[in-house]
């Protein structure tokens, strides 16, 4: 009996990302950033960077847009800068 | 990632996909014209718990039956019922059992009494891709190469695959990962490893690729109304190569492991 294609295992599909706006705070090591986030109480994340995102050097003060999943909410992705 | 399975858990599996494999040799027999659908169900099953297995579609997702009947147009998951069997149909059995833990999951698209020679020869090569799925399953192959072998021989026979529904990974569940599809290209995908199980299954179109699925919510039929088949086999990777659980193994005797 095939299965249906697309979709995560047995059926549980895979939760949608929310992309939030935030301010890099500091450079940490291993490619991440502290980011601070610009909703609700101001949240800090730890962040690694996206392909598109790193071909630039990030710098401390940079506006960018941070992409969280449910699954932990001290981590997020850079996904691109804001100006 | 798919389970790896021992040796002794890939013997479990065999005598599984024996049972299933059997029984549907037994159907393709009773498949005549003016057989209820119906009646090929009941035969399954009681066949399968004659054997001390369980059906493993019953009930599975709310499915009704024991046996999937897709007749000409239609592609998998079709629902046994009332309609009887008539000559020239091309008729497509799908089962499943569970014994002792461990899933069988098989499929072969059969003629009724007379059969176009266009049908004849979609039967033909949906079973070849179906086999030249299964011979890429070696070690270090990916998942991608069983589907880009099946998509290549039925699209050089001039068919169309159908990319909705995909082969699997089987073992203590009818689906485990990985997903299994029958096309896209060589070199992608999850690498197989000895101890993997993957039900491969092909479903072939003479038309276009497009299916849809009717209101009963499982029946899938082509957009455009062609007629498809579907084979499928549950295939355990060794060492050694491709081991088809429902055959003996085929590389010499008494083996402790197949790593």
Known sequence: MPRPAGGGGSGESVP??????GTVLESLPNAL??????????????????????????????????????????????????? | ?????????????????????????ALAGAAAPGVPTRELDRMARERI???GAKPAFLGYRGYPATLCISVNEEVVHGIPGDRKLRDG?????????????????????????????????LMRVTEEALRAGIATCHPGK?????????????????????REFVGHG?????????????????????????????AIEPMINVGGPAVRVLEDGWTAVTVDGSLSAHFELSVAVTAEGPWVLSDPYPYGQGRESHA
């Open chain 2, 49 to 51: 718990e004659k054997e």
């Open chain 2, 170 to 198: 089987i073992g203590t569940r009818l689906h485990e990962e990985p997903q299994v599809p029958n096309y896209g290209p060589p070199g992608r995908r999850e690498r197989l490893v000895p101890g993997m199980c993957l």
């Open chain 2, 89 to 121: 149909d091309i008729v497509g059995l799908d089962l499943g059992c569970v014994v002792d833990g461990f899933y069988g999951d098989a499929a072969r698209t059969v003629g009724v009494g007379r059969v176009s020679e266009q049908a004849r020869r």
């Open chain 2, 142 to 162: 990916r998942v991608g190469d069983i589907g880009h072998a099946v998509q290549t021989h039925a699209e050089g026979q001039g068919y169309s695959v159908v």
């Open chain 2, 1 to 25: 990632m798919s389970v790896q399975k021992s040796w002794a858990e890939l013997q479990k599996m065999h005598r599984a996909c024996r049972i299933v494999v059997e029984t549907l040799e």
């Open chain 1, 33 to 83: 950033y502290r980011v601070q986030l610009e909703t609700e109480g101001r949240p800090l994340v730890v962040a690694h960077v996206s392909g598109a995102a790193s071909l630039r050097r990030i710098l401390p003060g940079e506006a960018v847009v941070v992409e969280l999943l449910p699954y932990d909410a001290g981590r997020g992705r850079i996904v691109r800068r804001r100006f």
């Open chain 1, 16 to 21: 949608a990302a929310v992309e939030v706006p």
